[in-house]
């Protein structure tokens, strides 16, 4: 009989790890757009994460359009708030040279980077 209530103890814990894949959010950092794909930054981590659209969305083109209105040469680094959706860690982009995904949901803040910004640093890788 304890067997049957570690297996299903076992179940529950994979079912709660599938469902876990993405973590809901608002981010903050910066974000840079060119041939080469779109990058967000986050504050406080040294990462990069390879800029998506949500499913069936185009936000993440919406942010592309906004941004090559804010800059003046390519790859310039913008200040973004958005809230989204990141995968797990991995490898994702081209070449795999990306630590995470994000999935832009709705813009919160797109402006020119300024002194100050990140301040309030938070730890995401």
Not at 23 to 29: A, C, D, K, P, R
Not at 97 to 124: K, P
């Amino acid at each position: 009989m304890g067997w049957v209530f570690a297996l299903v103890g076992t179940i529950g814990l994979l079912f709660a790890a599938i469902g876990r894949s993405l973590e809901s959010g608002i981010w903050e950092g910066f974000f840079t757009a060119g041939r080469a794909g779109r990058v967000f930054h986050p504050c406080g981590s040294r990462a990069l994460w390879w800029v998506q659209n949500a499913a069936l969305g185009s936000t993440a083109d919406d942010l592309e359009c906004r941004y090559l209105t804010i800059v003046s040469r390519p790859y310039e680094q913008v200040f973004i708030r958005f809230r989204g959706e990141a995968s797990r860690k991995g490898q994702y982009g081209p070449l795999g040279s990306y630590q995470r995904v994000v999935y832009v949901e709705e813009i919160l803040e797109l402006r020119e980077r300024r002194d100050g910004d990140c301040g309030r640093n938070r730890d995401t890788d």
